[in-house]
Structures are given as structure tokens and as C-alpha cells.
């Protein structure tokens, strides 16, 4: 069993998700290896090879990664990934972006966002929105596999000395340009790896409203997200929405604010340990998964739970 | 120009499915099925191309049983113009699907294949990606926003954290976000036109194409129950009990 999983990164910084799909690897097998594909991003394998425990880190340099373009990674990674039992990657935007085609360029089948392993085939995945969880069985030679990363702790990232092996393979499919990205600077945690978030939903009536989070999240460290209804509303970026299709949280304290509670929000943070959701409908189904349930109109109790705090 | 749309009958947004008590699957009885919404979105903007002009054609594509012919008629009264179902019993998975499809590109030769990023039953998100692999198109998941500029597409993609662009070369494939459009209903008179367009049915033999699972489903359970929480009547309470019950704040 050789497992290979390829790191997120911005080419400066290792990402999180990272050390939460190394552990999942690890679960799996012994023999781990990490691959770290950009451009300039040495420092990037560096970083990586404090991670105890893995068998080496190969280090692709190249501006044909530099941004990580589906088309280009998709044939690097189906070219080393061929000799490997297990490919795996977070499910992050990136990793969902490019894992589909290594499996398809493969010719074998992926395993979308697994939330725990049963054994080197076999893995638990939610379906319909986390309504159920099922279990699968791979039948293909090699498992190509993105890991929900709330499902599996961080590895530890010190004490380790890994070999960093460099690698110089040109995979340039020529059929798509990087032109831009536009990433919003907060000075707040990302939501994935936030252990406070704050959730304003259809309640919060306009994206103005939303600056009632600020200061409780300022206060608690929190990152701040949002429901569909709220990104569908206009009021907030779809980047902040914690969901089926948005993000998945799993922090140690979720505070949901005028969120009824759908069953596709609710697929992305009922994880998190303890639920607090404050609706002025008592009858709002998000009562039904809250640790702490209030009722109460939010534009009173936000401003006091700021001052409380 | 030609624009191919998969689309999926999938279990109704708002219904909430349970799993079998014996664990063998979803319980589907009786359940109302529809357009998955990404689908939904997939449709619009290839309709909305073609009625900014650059556009002629929109052929909407479906895989599963003849059941996916209602779909299909919602596809075309929301403005496609034509409609192919690869019939199959056969559950078929993600690869198999865009192997069908890139089969159904191959005979259609397509200048952009439009899909939802993901269907709402299996939570995949896999086959539009696949798909590009297999034709070897350009590809831009994600997308909420897709300019056609001569014989390119400019693509916004959601991605964590904010927003990328990219530029694809055609054929391109896109795959939906959620902002990308807001899907039109279909009116009454396009439902009745929607009943004489055409509608040709292919199977997987026809396009040899292997459609067995590589993935078994062994079990389908339940999640785990979160335990019934308690309600608070004040703020003050709330703060308290963070502090001092659950501990996760100081």
C-alpha cells in the first residue's frame, strides 16, 4: 500500500486541509508520500517536512502549476499517481477541481469527500445533503479519494525532517489561462479552520445587517459565514456560505442567527460540537439540532450578546 | 454554435429522504423527483446564450431510465431545443456517465458543455470534471459568471476564500455555481411546445460504452443523532451556559 497526497497550498503557506488529509492517509497506510505542486513553492515542501511519519515529499517546480489550473495538475498527478494504491486530496474548491480528471485520465472511479475509513477499500460518505451516510466499496486498483477534512484531525506539523525529492515532469494541456483571482484579505480565520463561527441566515434581513456579527466575532475569534438563503439574497459573497454546497465547519462552538435551519445548511455545520441558534420562530427546525436554542428577535439579543461577551 | 446540457433527475430539493430501515439504500418510494437545481441553472444559461445570439443550438442530454424523459420535457420548455436520453436500468456512476457523455459529445461535436457542479442525491461533484478529462476540453468549474468572446470563454469561478478567472479555449466545458443565474419557470405555451420537439433515445451498448459500477454501496445508514438541546430564555443564560456548561468560552 503507497499512498500519495497532494498538499494545498497558495505556494507560500502548507494549508491546513493538508494535515487533516495527511491523517486520513495515514489511517490507510504506513507509506505516505506528499506532493507539492506550484511554482517558487520550495518552501512549501519545507514546511511540509516537519509532518512526522511520511515517507518523502516530492517537489514539482514549475510555472505550468504556479496556479494550480485543473487541466495541467489533472496529468502531473495521473502521471505519478499511477504507481500508488491511494491518491488523495482535501476537498477543498481546488482539490475538487482537479481530482475528478486524475481519476478519469486513470480510468477509475473517485470517492467524493469521505468523513471516515472502514478499511484500505471501504469508506463512509455522507449523501443527500448528510441526510444519510453511506458506506462504499472501491473496486479500482487505485483509490482516487478527497477527504471531507472535518472528519479527520490535523496531523502534527513539527519534529519531522522528511526528504524532499525534486521532480521536473511538463504537463501543459494548452487549452486554459489563469487571468485573475480575487481572494478577500480577513484579518478573521478562514471558516473551515475557525473553532468559533458566526452565521447570520434570511433573518438578518440585508448584507448591512451582517456588521451585528462583527463585533461578537471580533470578540470570540470567530470567522463569519452565512446561509444559501443569505448568499441567494444578495446580502453576503457565496464564498461565506456553510452548507451542502458551500463550506463544511465543524468548530467547536457554531452560532447560527436567523437560520430556520434547511436541511442543506444543516449538512454543512452539524458537526460542529455545540450549536447555539438564536431565530425569533421557535418553530425553526435549527432548534431541532442546537445545543442552546433562543428565542428572540436578533437585532436585541446581538447587540446584547456583544456586550455580555 | 452548439451548447450540450446533461442534465439529472434527481429526489426534489425540499423532500427529506431517509434511509432504508435495512440499510440497503434511500427510500424513494413514492418521492417527488425533479431537474437537479444545478441542472436547473445548466439549462438557463445555455437558453440565455442562445437568446443573446450566439447560441443556436441547445440539445439537453440525460442518463437513466425512461422515467428522465419528464425532465427532459422540462428541459425543453425551458428552452431546449431538442433532447437525447441514454436509456439504462443500470445505476450508472460518475465515470460511466461522462463516458456516455463524452460519447454523446463525440457524435454532437458541441462547442460548450454546460453542467451543474454537482447533483444533490450523491453529493459527487465529479462528472463535468470528468468529462473535460476525457474530451480533452478546457474546463471551468464553479462558474458564476461565463462571457463568450469569439471563440473563447472567459469563466468566474467560486473558489475558497473569493473568486478566479479563467480563460478557456473552446471547446470548454462549465460546470454551475449557484449565482451563476436564477432559472426562468417554464410557461404554460413552452410546456405544450416542449411535448412535440424532438426526443431521440440511445442506450449504452449503442454507444459502447461499459456502464458497470466500479463502487458498491454496501450500507446506507442514518447519521448520528445530535442530542436534544435545551432552550434558553435570556442572553445572560446563553453566556452563562457557554461559559460554565459547555466550556467553549472564557
Redesign the interface.
Known amino acids: 500500500m503507497s499512498i500519495l497526497v497532494i498538499a494545498e497550498h497558495d505556494n507560500n503557506d502548507l494549508k491546513e486541509a493538508t494535515l487533516n488529509t495527511v491523517t486520513a492517509a495515514m489511517e490507510i497506510g504506513q507509506e505516505v508520500d506528499l506532493l507539492v505542486a506550484g511554482l517558487n513553492c520550495s518552501q512549501v515542501a519545507r514546511e511540509a517536512a516537519l509532518i512526522q511519519g511520511l515517507n518523502k515529499i516530492l517537489l514539482v517546480d514549475s510555472t505550468l502549476y504556479e496556479n494550480f ?3 495541467n495538475i ?1 496529468l502531473l498527478v495521473s502521471d505519478i499517481g499511477k504507481d500508488y494504491s491511494h491518491i488523495l486530496a482535501p476537498a ?3 482539490g ?10 486513470l ?7 469521505i468523513s471516515a475509513i472502514v478499511n484500505s477499500d ?1 469508506f463512509e460518505r ?15 486498483p487505485i483509490k482516487v479519494v478527497t477527504v471531507r477534512t472535518t472528519g479527520f484531525d490535523a496531523c502534527l506539523k513539527e519534529g519531522g525532517s522528511v526528504e524532499v525529492e525534486n521532480i521536473t515532469l511538463e504537463h501543459d ?12 484579505k480577513s484579518d478573521r480565520p ?1 471558516l ?1 479552520a475557525a473553532d ?1 463561527v458566526i452565521s447570520g441566515g434570511r433573518g438578518m434581513q440585508n448584507g448591512e445587517n451582517f456588521n451585528l456579527l462583527n463585533g461578537i466575532a471580533d470578540k ?1 475569534g470567530a470567522a463569519i459565514g452565512a446561509s ?1 438563503a443569505a ?2 439574497s444578495g446580502f453576503v ?3 461565506m ?1 456553510v452548507g ?2 458551500g ?1 463544511i465547519v465543524a468548530p ?2 457554531y452560532i447560527a442567527v436567523g437560520i430556520s435551519g434547511a ?2 445548511h444543516l449538512a454543512g455545520m ?1 458537526d460542529s ?4 441558534a438564536i431565530n425569533k420562530d ?1 418553530e425553526a427546525p435549527i ?10 428577535d436578533l437585532f436585541d ?1 446581538l447587540p ?2 456583544e456586550a ?2 | 454554435m452548439k451548447v450540450l446540457v446533461p442534465i439529472k433527475r434527481v ?1 426534489d ?1 425540499n423532500v ?4 432504508k430501515s435495512d440499510g440497503t439504500g ?1 427510500d424513494l418510494a413514492n418521492v417527488k423527483m425533479a431537474i437537479n437545481p ?1 441542472c436547473e441553472i445548466a439549462i438557463e444559461e445555455a437558453v440565455r446564450l442562445k437568446e443573446a445570439g450566439s447560441v443556436e443550438e441547445v440539445v439537453a442530454v440525460s442518463v437513466g431510465t425512461t422515467a428522465s424523459q419528464e425532465q427532459l420535457r422540462t428541459a425543453l420548455a425551458l428552452g431546449a431545443d431538442r433532447a437525447i436520453l441514454v436509456e439504462t436500468e443500470v445505476e450508472v ?3 460511466g456517465v ?1 463516458k456516455l457523455l463524452k460519447a454523446v459529445a463525440e457524435k454532437e461535436s458541441p462547442d460548450i458543455i454546460i453542467l451543474g ?2 447533483a ?15 474530451l ?7 462558474a ?1 459568471e461565463v462571457s463568450l468572446k469569439d471563440s473563447s470563454l ?1 469563466v468566474i ?13 473552446l471547446p ?1 466545458i462549465v460546470t454551475t ?3 451563476l443565474n436564477e432559472p426562468r419557470y417554464a410557461s404554460l405555451p413552452n410546456i405544450m411546445k416542449a411535448k412535440k420537439k424532438q426526443m431521440d433515445t440511445l442506450t449504452p451498448d449503442e454507444l459502447s460504452v461499459d456502464v458497470k459500477p ?10 448520528p443523532e ?1 442530542a ?5 430564555e ?3 443564560e ?2 452563562d ?2 461559559k460554565n456548561e ?1 466550556k ?2 472564557s
Open positions: 489550473l485543473a487541466e489533472g477543498t474548491s481546488n475538487k477541481n482537479f481530482m475528478p480528471r486524475v481519476a478519469a485520465l480510468d477509475v472511479a473517485q470517492i467524493s469527500d471501504t455522507p449523501i443527500y445533503a448528510g441526510n444519510c451516510i453511506a458506506t462504499v466499496q472501491c473496486l479500482d494541456a494548452s487549452v486554459s489561462k489563469f487571468i485573475k483571482e480575487e481572494i478577500v478562514e473551515t468559533v470570540l444559501r448568499v441567494d459573497p457565496n464564498d456560505q451542502q454546497t463550506k467547536d462552538l436541511i442543506q452539524k460540537k455545540v450549536i447555539v421557535e432548534f431541532e439540532v442546537a445545543d442552546y436554542g433562543l428565542v428572540a439579543a446584547e450578546l455580555k461577551l | 429526489v430539493y427529506k429522504v431517509r434511509a434511500v444545478f456512476d460518475s465515470l461522462a457542479k454537482q444533490i442525491d450523491n453529493d459527487s461533484n465529479q462528472t463535468g470534471q470528468m468529462l473535460s478529462a476525457l480533452g476540453y478546457s474546463q471551468g468549474t464553479f458564476s472567459e469561478r467560486e473558489v475558497d476564500g473569493g473568486l478566479q478567472t479563467v480563460h478557456l479555449t470548454a455555481d449557484l449565482r466500479r463502487v458498491n454501496i454496501l450500507k446506507v445508514s442514518p447519521p445530535r436534544a438541546g435545551i432552550k434558553v435570556s442572553v445572560e446563553l453566556v451556559k457557554l459547555a467553549v468560552i
